[in-house]
């Protein structure tokens, strides 16, 4: 069974640009997770989909950052005009419906802004 | 890679010893712990979970501890191996099933 894959797996970028990153669940999880760990710090939720709606976006920092699920499977977060704080890793982690404890995370995408 | 553990609290324990990583969580309506084992490179592995009904639940050689009187989480490794060297993580889940996760504490095993 394939995992959850993410896409890149790093992008260096410079500040004003525009960066996409996209996440592929198992299939057949409903919960899609964005989480963000900056400077080695914790992992801080970012949003929360259930199928392609937003359960709760509560973490997201700010109107920069954009996610969407389109028909309910992979999910895109992009980043619009990025700046030198939003480096960090994204990670992605999905779970079945109603048995979401179990998170199953991506590798991660390592954001670089310059 | 990402730098991983510079700011993160560090244990480092003797191969062959126990560890324990330790955990204080906010949310007192939280109902549902988990620890997450990272890799450099990779992203969180699940390790174990416990209820909030419950204050033990042992795995294969890890054991985890809740006291919600004090909001305490504890990560037991027994018998730590160089393979346990990663940085782990308490989660927690509170309302509208959200997860939120701790600082993260770095498991250093000298061979």
């Known amino acids: 069974e394939a995992g959850v894959t993410q896409f890149p797996s790093h992008s260096v970028i410079e500040k004003g640009q525009t960066v996409t990153l996209r996440c592929d669940p198992i299939s057949g999880h409903d919960n899609l997770y964005w989480y963000r760990r900056v400077m080695g710090k914790e992992i801080k939720f970012l949003l929360h989909?259930?199928?392609?709606?937003?359960?709760?976006e509560s973490g997201m920092p700010n109107n920069r950052f954009l996610a969407e699920r389109t028909g309910g499977t992979y999910s895109t977060l992009k980043v619009q005009p990025a700046e030198l704080e939003d480096s960090g890793v994204y990670f992605c982690?999905?779970?079945?419906?109603?048995?979401?404890?179990?998170?199953?995370f991506g590798s991660g995408t390592q954001l670089s802004v310059l | 890679g990402e730098s991983v553990g510079l700011h993160l609290p560090t244990l480092s324990v003797q191969e062959g010893d126990n560890s324990i990583i330790n955990c204080a969580y906010s949310?007192?309506?939280?109902?549902?712990f988990i620890w997450y084992k990272q890799e450099s490179g990779k992203g969180p592995q699940f390790i174990i979970d416990?209820?909030?009904?419950?204050d033990k639940r042992q795995g294969q050689r890890v054991t985890v501890l809740l006291n919600k009187t004090v909001k305490h989480l504890s990560l037991q490794i027994a018998a730590t191996q160089p393979g346990d060297s990663a940085v782990y993580f308490c989660?927690?889940?509170?309302?509208?099933?959200?997860?939120?996760f701790g600082t993260g504490t770095k498991l250093q095993v000298i061979p």
């Open positions: 982690a999905s779970s079945l419906r109603d048995t979401n404890e179990k998170l199953f």
């Open positions: 989909f259930v199928k392609e709606s937003k359960q709760d």
């Open positions: 949310n007192s309506a939280s109902d549902y």
């Open positions: 989660a927690e889940r509170g309302g509208y099933q959200k997860v939120t």
């Open positions: 416990i209820r909030s009904n419950m």
